[in-house]
């Protein structure tokens, strides 16, 4: 992938950069979409619908017709609490990963539901690894399913997805992936790594505005879950059935954010699909987590395990630094920054995802140099107790 040699066009009207994993800054012109009013049932619009999940299987790597993508209404979670609902039966159980908000999310969602799940909890970050996986599947022959989720936002860790399928396959059950904040710039190919489903939605990684998500899923595993939902509206297989017959959306979609998606997957194809989405994403990645450190930051994760999603930095231990000043300043400067999700130490997050590159994040450095210069903090060294923390990290 070549460089971008030239700077992606700035927000409008002095709009900040918002450097957070969804919403996130999109294209002018996927924005520009939105002005036009389309009818739900109209050809246009479903001609509209059944392009843009044919190119999401496509992204996934499915040619052969084996995997559907079924879009839903609402944000990520809507969709997640969808897969889960329609996709693990009634009578079936689902060991849950957790290392962060997400995973939890995921727990919470199968506890609402009523059905059966254990949870791994590795904590703020801890990944959950191949054998573990492995050693609680063996221990409980009654779970059918596992939930893992690709890249955890909340700390912006990269799961090892792989080693989690391998795990989950040679035991016989059914692997289920939360890839919301990693689909579409980091590869999540169905004949590279085995799954039955995964889901993400329209305002991360392809850059849309929100509005929905979308599961892809084995075609034989949805028409095998007839029945199986809680939920009439977050039935998904309902909403396939009804999109086969009719071509159109069971209930209203939501038409200007499709548009808009549609938009955002001709400038992700443009960009180079999955890879050059992901090369962009990790130059972003790279200039701002070398910027950050060279300013005396440190980040959450080793170098192995960050993701070139979002970013985590550890807050400085110098007593002038205060995260909402530093965020007032930030934004000031024309930059949204996240704060952390760490319940040990302090941190804040940043991300790499959206309509930005090198040039946007080179500016992101000046602007912490300068917040740092504003508060009188002379070094942003974090505390002893970040150190401490990070060293449990494997290598
Ligand atoms: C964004 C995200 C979700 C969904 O969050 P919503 O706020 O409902 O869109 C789920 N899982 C992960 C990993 C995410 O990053």
Redesign the pocket.
């Known amino acids: 992938m070549p460089e971008s040699a030239v700077p992606l066009p700035a927000p409008k009207l002095g709009e900040p950069y918002l450097l957070t994993?969804?919403p996130l800054t999109t294209a002018y012109s996927t924005k520009e979409t939105m002005l036009k009013d389309w009818g739900s049932w109209d050809a246009e619009f479903r001609t509209m619908t059944k392009s843009v999940c044919r190119q999401l299987v496509a992204l996934a790597g499915d040619t052969s017709g084996e995997f559907i993508c079924v879009p839903m209404q609402g944000?990520?979670?809507?969709s997640?609490e969808a897969m889960l609902g329609t996709l693990v039966p009634k009578d079936g159980k689902a060991l849950v990963l957790a290392n962060g908000a997400?995973g939890l999310?995921a727990a919470e969602t199968m506890r609402y539901l009523g059905r059966a799940y254990t949870l791994i909890d590795k904590g703020d970050y801890m990944p959950p690894r191949g054998d573990e996986v492995a050693a609680a599947l063996d221990a409980d022959p009654a779970i059918t399913h596992v939930v893992a989720?690709?890249?955890?936002?909340s700390s912006g860790i990269l799961n090892p997805v792989a080693e989690i399928s391998e795990a989950v396959y040679k035991r016989n059950r059914k692997l289920l992936i939360?890839s919301?904040?990693a689909f579409g710039a980091l590869p999540l190919d169905v004949n590279k790594i085995r799954y039955e489903a995964m889901v993400s939605?329209a305002?991360?990684c392809i850059e849309g505005v929100?509005g929905f998500?979308f599961v892809i899923a084995r075609r034989s595993v949805l028409e095998a879950a007839k029945g199986n939902s809680h939920s009439l509206s977050l039935d998904v297989h309902a909403q396939w059935a009804y999109m086969e017959k009719t071509g159109q959306w069971r209930y209203t979609p939501p038409t200007h954010v499709v548009a808009a998606f549609q938009e955002a997957l001709r400038i992700h194809a443009e960009e180079g699909g999955v890879a050059g989405r992901g090369a962009r994403y990790t130059k972003n990645r790279d200039v701002l987590v070398k910027g950050m450190r060279d300013l005396g930051f440190e980040t959450l994760l080793k170098d192995r395990w960050l993701s070139p999603i979002i970013v985590t930095f550890f807050c400085p231990a110098d007593p002038n630094f205060d995260f909402s000043t530093f965020y007032d300043l930030m934004k000031a400067k024309g930059f949204i920054i996240y704060p952390g999700k760490l319940t040990v130490v302090d941190s804040f997050r940043i991300g790499c995802i959206g309509r930005l590159d090198e040039h946007v994040m080179r500016n992101v450095i000046q602007a912490a140099k300068d917040a740092l210069a504003d508060m009188g903090v002379t070094s942003a060294a974090p505390p002893e107790a970040a150190i401490a923390e990070r060293a449990k990290l494997a290598a």
């Open positions: 994993p969804g944000s990520g979670s809507f997640v997400y999310r989720v690709h890249c955890e936002t939360d919301m904040s939605s305002n991360k929100p998500g």
